[in-house]
């Protein structure tokens, strides 16, 4: 346990208690609904916690609203400010608009123009909003530096007692909903992104179900949680994939890391690819008609990768569901990827004629079809290189393809996902 365990001050099941009562004027329990897909999928008896319904469809107002209660009159006066990858905004929006408080809110470029949208409806002429910074973590910066020259004061979106305390709510609501049916938590399964969240819950559960088994899901893109348990603390990583815009976030809170240190005994953590998360999230839509945010579907996915008890129950926590429609084609992109159906080759042809035809006719399957085909060089369409996008009919089907390409006299290079020609040409 690292020296800066020992200084901080636990966050108990009392202080969520508290802070429910102060915000359930604010916000109703969210629904814990049944989900027989992933039931039967699984073995497991699997609930799903729908704060993708909360008026700012994501659980980042429990800690905003209560955080922003707490304040001062003077706090008040002077102003807050925030940054966030898009929820925490909005969250903190909507309690500027209820409590009459203004607020600067700062959120990093990539932040989806849904979030934007929505962050100015809930704030109305209570917020600016400022778009800076390429991640969450230069947004913050920045919203920290105005703070300071304005004497306003900081809404952390993780990396605080009151936001920590407010987001540990949900834990509160699952244990009630679960005991109105006669059952026990086994297993909760929790997005990870700065950590605030997976820290409540925690928190709350220590007290009042310690048997309860506690997993934390990341982006593999965007992996602080367990990047700062190997290094023995909070490190910033060199980069996250932003694609799993709520949870990317270089470097896990120190508060959050604290406390999930102290129990690290119930704590389990592991990371998922963006492709799964992008399959979860088509699969939450077609089948139950959810809404998923890419951190939405993290909890999801990340069930897939655990070896429980049959017919254990276990809660998956559906974080939010701000998802830009516009995003929909390159989620389809990554869970085709990730599923083994979608591959991309460079096709360097022979300088004779009858060789697209024959790759055609004699090298895809039946059930293969050309998604995208360019060549590389524009002055010469007729023969040389060309990139091409190939969707099968099963995952199999690719070990039949490859081995008629290596039969053929056709020059042909497969990009993988992951290097730098496929991120050149492709991503």
């Known amino acids: 346990m690292s020296s800066n365990t020992a200084v901080f001050e636990p966050i108990h099941a009392s202080d969520i208690q508290s802070a429910q009562a102060r915000i ?16 039967r999928q699984t073995g497991y008896e699997v609930y799903l916690k729908r704060e993708d319904l909360q008026d700012v469809r994501s659980y980042k107002i ?27 905004a909005q969250g903190v929006a ?5 409590m009459g408080i203004f607020g600067k809110i700062f959120v990093p470029s990539p932040t989806p123009k849904q979030k934007r949208d929505r962050i100015l409806v809930h704030g109305g002429d209570m917020i600016e909003l400022v778009v800076t910074g390429a991640n969450f973590d230069e947004a913050a910066a920045a919203a920290h530096a105005d703070a300071e020259a304005r004497g306003a004061t900081i809404i952390e979106p993780f990396d605080a007692r009151d936001t920590i ?23 909760v399964v929790v997005p990870v992104g700065g950590g605030g969240l997976l820290s409540g819950i925690t928190s709350y559960l220590a007290d009042m179900s310690p048997r309860t088994a506690i997993i934390g899901i990341e982006p593999a893109g ?40 102290a129990n690290q005994g119930r704590l389990h953590w592991d990371t998922v690819s963006e492709g799964a998360v992008c399959t979860e999230q088509l699969d939450l839509y077609q089948s139950e008609g959810i809404i ?31 998802n830009d429609v516009l ?26 004629p009858g060789q697209l035809r024959h790759f055609l006719q004699d090298i895809l399957g039946p059930e293969d079809d050309i998604t995208l085909f360019e060549y590389l060089k524009r002055n010469n369409r007729e023969t040389g290189a060309a990139l091409v996008g190939i969707e099968l009919g099963t995952a199999s089907a690719i070990d039949g393809l490859l081995k008629r390409m290596d039969a053929s006299r056709i020059k042909v290079q497969q990009l993988r996902p992951g290097t730098p020609e496929y991120d050149f040409l492709v991503a």
């Open 24 to 39: 359930s004027s604010e916000i109703a329990p969210t629904p814990l609904q049944y989900c027989p897909r992933l039931s």
């Open 62 to 88: 429990r800690g905003a609203v209560y955080a922003i209660s707490n304040l001062s009159e003077a706090q008040r006066e002077a102003g807050i400010v925030a940054a966030s990858a898009g929820n925490h």
């Open 94 to 98: 909507y309690a500027c608009r209820t």
């Open 165 to 187: 305390t407010g987001q540990g709510t949900v834990a509160a609501e699952i244990l009630t909903q679960l005991s109105a049916l006669g059952k026990t938590l086994n297993t």
């Open 222 to 261: 965007a992996a602080s949680l367990t990047a700062a348990f190997e290094a023995g603390g909070p490190v910033t990583l060199d980069t996250v994939d932003p694609f799993v815009d709520g949870a990317a976030v270089k470097r896990i809170g120190t508060l959050p890391y604290q406390i999930l240190e």
């Open 292 to 322: 998923a945010e890419p951190a939405g579907a993290l909890s999801v996915a990340g069930l897939r990768t655990l070896n429980l008890q049959q017919g254990s129950t276990v809660v998956c926590i559906i974080s939010g569901g701000n």
């Open 327 to 352: 995003r929909y084609a390159e989620i389809m992109e990554r869970s085709l990827v990730h599923r083994g159906l979608k591959h991309y080759f460079l096709v360097n042809f022979p300088q004779e």
